[in-house]
């Protein structure tokens, strides 16, 4: 969306009632693509349901009402409590140290069974959000011990990753018989979680709040885009930092060189050249182009590795999942479709951009499973 220094002012609000010795009352209504200020023009397919220049309130009250932004603020801020819930899962499950505090050996168990079974997912992530122990979580059951739902005990392989779990205990006790496993550091994966939910977040309140003024539209969408960089940055850091574990300089490039990529992404989108409608192309292409950097390390990560760490290949599965869904939510947002098929009929419904949105939860969600294989692969799997 370009700034112009020729912006006109729309007209944001009728009025309803008389005065009457009291002030106004006013509605705010939606107007049509037209009748818009230059700076808020930006997809010429979508012919109605624009706010423009609406009061602080009424533009944040606005989340609870139907306008053309409505599900594109809703599908990443649902986004966003998902990946919270998410992290609050992370941290409450996955084992972070040797000690065992909830009685429970079905750890990375539940895990395997969580990243290949949907339904265990699910239940799992409830658990968490509503805050139950993971012993309780693995029963199927709530605090006061009611039954919450059936306990999962979905499959054979559960048992022999907890007896393999077991076997490795038993060969890290320590003299006074207490187990000490030794997980490799989390921090990779917590801050590809924060990256993700920065993203959602900002692109939520981006969506919201950047009708309200021409300078409220100038910050939030500087915001939206250096949210995607964090977002592309933060996945290259499970990704560079657990499969070359074992070769730190390797490590080491890997990761500065999406640091410095993100860095310059994030200070491209600072431009107020940026935004212009007409480099809608060239937004796609610069963070398409980011993205795709990440084959780089994906191959060689299967060079390396792809012949003797089942690890490397399930995590590049769900890298290769996490990739199509990116470009095909690239493609149907560069392109505008299906609004440029029909325009005026997606004006709330359907358009590229509620669809883009779409593919970037889905992509980010196949990323998260893809740390998980990280995870279970160098707990098992260390450099010393």
Known sequence: MASSTTSTSCEACKCVDGNMGKEEKRKYELIGYDE???WLKDNEFIH?????EWPMKETILSIFSI?????NVWSHLVGFLLFLCLTIFTAMVIPMD??????SIATWGDLVDMANVTVALRHDALAACLLLPPSAAAAGL???GQQIWPPNTSSSSLFHHRHAI???DHRLQDIGGTTAVDPVTRWPLFAYLAGAMVCLLTSSACHLLLCHSEHAAYLTLRLDYAGIAALIAASFYPLSYYTFLCH???QRLYMASITFLGAAAATASLLPAFQAPRLRPLRAALFSAMGASGVVPIAHKLVIYGATAPGAVASARFEALMGACYGVGVVVYAARVPERWAPGRFDLVGHSHQLFHLFVVAGAYAHYLAGLEYLKWRDFDKCY
């Not at 109605?48 to 423009?52: D, E, N, T």
């Not at 306008?67 to 599900?71: A, Q």
């Not at 040797?98 to 009685?103: E, I, M």
Request: with cysteine; aromatic share 8%.
């Open 36 to 38: 818009l200020p230059e």
């Open 48 to 52: 109605g349901y624009y706010r423009c």
């Open 67 to 71: 306008h053309n932004e409505t599900l």
């Open 98 to 103: 040797g000690s065992n505090k909830s009685g």
């Open 142 to 144: 709530s605090e006061d």
């Open 166 to 168: 077991q076997i490795q």
């Open 248 to 250: 730190p300089s390797t």
